[in-house]
């Protein structure tokens, strides 16, 4: 029972092109979660998909930044034209339903490295 | 809006001993969750231990308990019996009920010495 996978672990893009971060939820799961967590920070939300919907982006930057999460296949992260700032670990958690409560399950994160 | 505060960024404490990290936050609601989650040097982010804020009994898992105080919007997580994997960064998180934000605090960085 595979928990929720995501990958790549690491990331280094030169400023200027896309980042795409990619995350598989838990078997049985179909909400999915961003968060970014800045150096010597917490976690912040960034956006919450059910399959093929976007439900909640309040935390998303309104530039440059998109997700999405299809019928088939993972939920994607992608950042266009990446700065400096960008570079952060971004965590993917998923649940069965809203309004669990529980807290979720995470991944292991990406870090995306800006050069 | 919600806030979360974790006033110690670093903690220390040596094997076998008790430590206690504080949190405190800030909502007008009355009814949410409160959790504390681990972050060990692999990065992975472990949930803990978690509180119904309607629930009065202070919640227990293991080696580790909180002490809520609804009124004075506390949460502090008390781990008993420090084991060297204890070693990392613990968040505090807020999460209003209906909601899907986990809203974090900054983390304190728990050090457990042999």
């Known amino acids: 029972n595979a928990g929720v996978m995501q990958n790549p672990r690491h990331l280094v893009r030169r400023r200027g092109q896309e980042a795409r971060l990619r995350c598989s939820p838990m078997?049985?799961?179909?909400?999915v979660y961003w968060y970014r967590q800045l150096p010597e920070e917490g976690l912040k939300f960034m956006v919450y998909?059910?399959?093929?919907?976007?439900?909640?982006e309040s935390g998303m930057p309104k530039e440059r930044f998109s997700a999405e999460f299809p019928k088939e296949g993972p939920s994607i992260l992608r950042i266009q034209q990446v700065v400096r700032g960008d570079s952060a670990a971004y965590f993917c958690?998923?649940?069965?339903?809203?309004?669990?409560?529980?807290?979720?399950?995470f991944g292991s994160g990406t870090r995306l490295t800006v050069v | 809006a919600q806030t979360v505060t974790q006033s110690q960024p670093e903690m220390s404490v040596q094997e076998a001993e008790t430590v206690t990290l504080s949190c405190t936050y800030d909502t007008s609601e009355n009814n949410y969750y409160l959790f504390w989650y681990k972050q060990p040097p692999s990065r992975q982010m472990i949930l803990v231990i978690r509180q119904e804020a309607y629930k009065q009994q202070n919640a227990t898992e293991n080696r580790f308990s909180v002490n809520f105080q609804k009124a004075a919007k506390s949460f502090s997580l008390k781990i008993s019996d420090s084991q060297l994997g204890d070693t990392a960064m613990y968040f505090c998180?807020?999460?209003?009920?209906?909601?899907?934000?986990?809203?974090f605090g900054t983390g304190t960085r728990l050090q457990v010495f042999p």
């Open positions: 998909l059910q399959k093929e919907n976007i439900i909640d």
């Open positions: 078997k049985g799961h179909s909400h």
């Open positions: 998180a807020f999460m209003k009920h209906r909601t899907d934000k986990l809203i």
């Open positions: 958690a998923s649940s069965r339903s809203r309004d669990e409560n529980y807290g979720y399950t």
